[in-house]
């Protein structure tokens, strides 16, 4: 059974940084996508940052690029984003998710990865940024 754990949510002040950890257990598949999403009240699930397993590719939404950076530990089986220059449009519910196995396309063409190409999830740990 595939598991996803999310820690290193927080407060902290507008500029901060938070660093969040997915610790992922119960996933084999040898070729996947892994990927940070957001959700605020009232909101849509947003893509944020996402990750093929090799490392071959990246993506980034416009509104946390050059700001976030998404990296996974294999080893440690552990996705992680770090988060730099909060803002209060950050705070939201983050999520990490995993697609299944074999889809390289997950993370779709450019800018955050989709939502409904994901489809082990996280229970999601809160970040606010605090103006």
């Known amino acids: 059974q595939v598991q996803l754990v999310e820690s290193g949510g927080g407060s902290v002040q507008s500029g901060g940084s938070l660093r969040l950890s997915c610790a992922v257990s119960g996933y084999t598949y040898s070729r996947y996508c892994m990927a940070w999403f957001r959700q605020a009240p009232g909101k849509e699930r947003e893509g944020v940052a996402g990750?093929?397993?090799?490392?071959?590719?990246?993506r980034y939404a416009d509104s946390v690029k050059d700001r976030f950076t998404i990296s996974q530990d294999n080893a440690k089986n552990t996705l992680y984003l770090q988060m730099n220059s909060l803002k209060p449009e950050d705070t939201a519910k983050y999520y990490c998710?995993?697609?299944?196995?074999?889809?390289?396309?997950?993370?779709?063409?450019?800018?955050?990865?989709?939502?409904?190409?994901?489809?082990?999830w996280g229970q999601g740990t809160q970040v606010t940024g605090s103006s």
């Open positions: 990750i093929v397993s090799d490392g071959s590719s990246i």
């Open positions: 998710g995993a697609s299944d196995g074999g889809n390289w396309d997950a993370l779709g063409p450019r800018g955050g990865p989709p939502p409904g190409s994901f489809r082990y």
